[in-house]
T-cell receptor, first 113, second 110 residues
Framework: EAQVTQNPRYLITVTGKKLTVTCSQN?????MSWYRQDPGLGLRQIYY???????DKGDVPEGYKVSRKEKRNFPLILESPSPNQTSLYFC????????????FGPGTRLTVL | QQQVKQSPQSLIVQKGGISIINCAYE??????FPWYQQFPGKGPALLIA?????SEKKEGRFTISFNKSAKQFSLHIMDSQPGDSATYFC?????????FGPGTRLSVLP
């Protein structure tokens, strides 16, 4: 089944404790992206990657890091999480451009205490 | 410039009625305008999309109307069904930048 998977689905952590949210797609897509969803703000793009080893900032990259060492994986790293990063996070992928249909993962709900 | 405005914030429609959600943008560089549908506990999924070289696109009960001069586009859901109850996001894209509206929560009453 073609899909985007994220882990964990739910995470409660404390301020300053480094964490990684994994994202993997099995569709051989070149483009991958991370979004955060907050009430009243919709989804905001954090980082995106057009291919292996090619990443760039979205609209809200502060406090986040990403890497793209393999085509299928695009982990989101929070080196020192803060409470304002409490949010619902989505990973998405598309064939080779953001204007292709984006397939979203199921989401990761992160709470930073 | 990067913002996409969306209204209404929430919408309640009777079964069989027409649901209309409106979006507006400022950046004329946007060249792709998709609508995404999100059910509770799920990620968004592409519903329908349009490019600015056409004024309307229809897929089943869903229609996008696009007004390039006014920099506005809207989603019309004909014969709305309870199964259409979800949050709808308009979005706009140029290059590799992707901007979503804040969302509209649609409830279709049986």
């Amino acid at each position: 089944e073609a899909q985007v998977t994220q882990n964990p689905r739910y995470l409660i952590t404390v301020t300053g404790k480094k964490l990684t949210v994994t994202c993997s797609q099995n569709m051989n897509h070149e483009y991958m992206s991370w979004y955060r969803q907050d009430p009243g703000l919709g989804l905001r793009q954090i980082y995106y990657s057009m291919n292996v080893e090619v990443t760039d900032k979205g609209d809200v990259p502060e406090g986040y890091k990403v890497s793209r060492k393999e085509k299928r994986n695009f982990p989101l790293i929070l080196e020192s999480p803060s409470p304002n990063q409490t949010s619902l996070y989505f990973c998405a992928s598309s064939i080779n451009r953001v204007s292709d249909e984006q397939f979203f993962g199921p989401g990761t709900r992160l709470t930073v205490l | 410039q990067q913002q996409v405005k969306q209204s209404p914030q929430s919408l309640i429609v009777q079964k069989g009625g027409i649901s209309i959600i409106n979006c507006a943008y400022e950046n004329t560089a946007f060249d792709y305008f998709p609508w995404y549908q999100q059910f509770p506990g799920k990620g968004p999924a592409l519903l329908i999309a349009i490019r600015p070289d056409v004024s309307e696109k229809k897929e089943g009960r869903f229609t996008i109307s696009f007004n390039k001069s006014a920099k506005q586009f809207s989603l019309h859901i004909m014969d709305s069904q309870p199964g259409d109850s979800a949050t709808y996001f308009c979005a706009a894209n140029y290059g590799q930048n992707f901007v979503f509206g804040p969302g509209t929560r649609l409830s279709v009453l049986p």
